[in-house]
T-cell receptor, first 114, second 115 residues
Framework: GQQLNQSPQSMFIQEGEDVSMNCTSS?????WLWYKQDPGEGPVLLIA?????ELTSNGRLTAQFGITRKDSFLNISASIPSDVGIYFC??????????????FGQGTILTVHP | GAGVSQTPSNKVTEKGKYVELRCDPI?????LYWYRQSLGQGPEFLIY????????DSGLPNDRFFAVRPEGSVSTLKIQRTERGDSAVYLC?????????????FGEGSRLTVL
């Protein structure tokens, strides 16, 4: 089945540094999403991308939908301690009964040192 | 309610027992989803409801797993003859419509431990 390969698996950075993580797929998605999960919580949507080549920002977060539709990246600028958590990419193919069927990556664990 | 509510938050059971996990979606959300998250992994899709009907149940691992949503709101995930491999966090999510793919609102999950 479809698999998403997310890298890096973990990152340890200093507060104020920029962060970049990416996600690649063996097959095409027409929607890419980035979620953040804190311990004991469910994932929370950060950014949604619906068009190949799209670059979208949400505050200090910027994400891009790769033109091949098989990859996406997420950048976090000027990291702060509350950015700590697990970041997941997810792909979806809208249409028919597939709207809610997200395929998630294995996550990137982000640690920010004050 | 304000968010997706899942009960119980923790469930410990013995191998072979029957378990029910409940999800109360955000009021007015017509779509409801169940995912399973094993330790160190991303969530895996199980089943998705649009209203009362299961629109896609292709992620249910076997016939021991079943989910219902009889009135188009609250959903129950049922696991029969539990096995140790069923231990995971079961996440429920809801969305307003199916128009925008991926904009799911997740609950905090039900952590299931099968001894």
């Amino acid at each position: 089945g479809q698999q998403l390969n997310q890298s890096p698996q973990s990152m340890f950075i200093q507060e104020g540094e920029d962060v970049s993580m990416n996600c690649t797929s063996s097959s095409i998605f027409n929607t890419w999403l980035w979620y953040k999960q804190d311990p004991g919580e469910g994932p929370v949507l950060l950014i949604a991308l619906y068009k190949a080549g799209e670059l979208t920002s949400n505050g200090r977060l910027t994400a891009q939908f790769g033109i091949t539709r098989k990859d996406s990246f997420l950048n976090i600028s000027a990291s702060i301690p509350s950015d700590v958590g697990i970041y997941f990419c997810a792909g979806a193919n809208a249409g028919g009964t597939s709207y809610g069927k997200l395929t998630f990556g294995q996550g990137t664990i982000l640690t920010v040192h004050p | 309610g304000a968010g997706v509510s899942q009960t119980p938050s923790n469930k410990v059971t013995e191998k072979g027992k029957y378990v029910e996990l409940r999800c109360d979606p955000i009021s007015g959300h017509t779509a409801l989803y169940w995912y399973r998250q094993s330790l160190g992994q991303g969530p895996e899709f199980l089943i998705y409801f649009q209203g009362t009907g299961a629109a896609d149940d292709s992620g249910l691992p076997n016939d021991r797993f079943f989910a219902v949503r009889p009135e188009g709101s609250v959903s129950t995930l049922k696991i029969q003859r539990t096995e140790r491999g069923d231990s995971a966090v079961y996440l429920c999510a809801s969305s307003l419509t199916v128009g925008q793919s991926g904009e799911l609102f997740f609950g905090e999950g039900s952590r299931l431990t099968v001894l």
